[in-house]
């Protein structure tokens, strides 16, 4: 196979240029106008660049509130590769720095010093992808390690409302407003030094609890399309009337298992309410969590499987997709395999076990053509696995990725603390 070129992720972050600093508000200001976006600021006054900044991650417009909300201070943002295709170059240039998602990469971390070096403000997104169901994603147990470190002020913001108004299992916009923004100063220097990693990393956890559900529901805002739960079949993919696994879709605003026909209406409010018969949820993180605890029955059984799956690779060693057909995957009580044939006929393997994924980064519906999919790195290379045909649930997949190293944890005696791995 011709060798192909490779992201340099060794390459010092660029301060972002200053004839591009406006550029950036005048794309990031206009969406917080529109959704009539309310920032308050928390413990800031007299806080100053450099800082890390850490923000929970629901939509692309976290993105966008959180450059209205800084501005007009200089920022680097850490941004995973498949950010960079087709605009690597200005990417580059308004301060972006390339991570491989869930990969333990030193790189990132001498990158980020010299980022609060220069005096300016580091940006990390610590769940590391899209919340699936619009709640606080679990962080990694090295977040206390990394404040430590940089010796700079921590600073949180939390989003709310960004997953309601663009769910990652239905991206159109609902135009929720208005919504919110804190942007919070959790440790300054002298009291950063003072606390232990295990304290900062607790502290962090409660600093990231959300719920875009109840808040929409406390705020009495409301969703009158009527397309509304289309797409909600993709994170709840069990049914909890029949146990059906696959089996669900959505149309509208109800959500359907196809296999016992329940179905089920969801509310301007974000509730979902049985046509008939018992309402199980009406949360949608409560569906989730209930998914969750049946792929922790599975794990702990040891018969979790997602059998081996025909697949499509899109592979990205740079900020360029390759595409190979002909692979396969597979993710059971061992972790991940996925092979693929080249077109010059080698076979390359790609493996990732427990230990090395607490969690793993899936898409719906990718590039709006190719489907459900599931990301695999190692700190060289990045695998975009779409499977060809099912059953499956990518979503089933992350939460087993989850509960597997969950269970591998506590096999060693050392078990995760809630909200982290």
Request: charged share 25%; with cysteine.
């Amino acid at each position: 196979m011709k060798p192909v070129p490779h992201f340099d992720m060794a390459a010092d972050p660029v301060r972002t240029r200053w004839y591009l600093r406006p550029l950036t508000w005048l794309l990031s200001k206009p969406v917080a106008m529109a959704h009539k976006t309310r920032i308050t600021r928390i413990g800031m006054e007299g806080i100053k660049p450099p800082y890390l900044l850490l923000s929970n991650h629901n939509s692309f417009m976290d993105f966008q509130i959180l450059t209205t909300a800084i501005y007009p201070e200089r920022a680097n943002y850490v941004v995973a590769i498949d950010g960079f295709v087709g605009r690597k170059w200005i990417m580059l240039k308004v301060g972006c720095i390339c991570k491989r998602k869930f990969t333990q990469d030193l790189r990132l971390i001498r990158n980020l010093k010299k980022i609060v070096d220069n005096g300016d403000i580091a940006v990390v997104y610590p769940e590391a992808r899209y919340s699936l169901c619009g709640t606080t994603a679990v962080l990694p147990a090295s977040l206390g390690k990394l404040c430590k470190m940089l010796k700079v002020p921590v600073v949180v913001i939390r989003c709310h409302g960004h997953h309601v108004n663009s769910p990652f299992w239905n991206l159109r916009d609902r135009k929720i407003k208005p919504t919110e923004a804190e942007l919070e100063l959790i440790y300054d220097v002298p009291a950063l030094e003072k606390a232990s990693v295990d304290e900062v990393n607790d502290r962090l956890v409660q600093a990231f609890q959300y719920d875009d559900w109840t808040w929409l529901k406390e705020r009495g805002l409301r969703l009158p399309m009527p397309w509304r739960a289309e797409g909600l079949h993709k994170v709840l993919y069990q049914c909890p009337h029949c146990g059906t696994e696959y089996e669900m879709d959505s149309k509208g605003t109800e959500i359907f298992c196809k296999h016992c026909g329940k179905r089920w209406h969801m509310t301007e409010l974000g509730e979902l309410q049985a046509v008939e018969g018992e309402t199980e949820f009406s949360h949608v993180p409560d569906w989730y969590e209930w998914e969750r605890a049946q792929v922790r029955a599975e794990v702990e059984a040891g018969t979790y499987d997602s059998g081996k799956l025909r697949i499509t690779i899109h592979s990205l060693p740079d900020a360029k997709y390759y595409t190979y057909t002909g692979g396969t995957f597979r993710h059971n009580m061992d972790g991940f395999v996925a092979r693929v044939k080249h077109p010059d006929g080698t076979v390359e393997e790609l493996r990732r076990t427990v230990p090395e994924m607490y969690s793993v980064h899936v898409e719906y519906e990718f590039l709006g053509k190719w489907g459900d999919c599931v990301e695999l790195s190692t700190l060289e290379e990045s695998w975009i696995c779409h499977p060809e045909s099912g059953p499956y649930s990518v979503t089933k997949i992350a939460l087993a990725t989850e509960e597997l190293y969950y269970a591998w944890r506590r096999s060693i005696g050392k078990p995760c603390k809630p909200g982290l791995a």
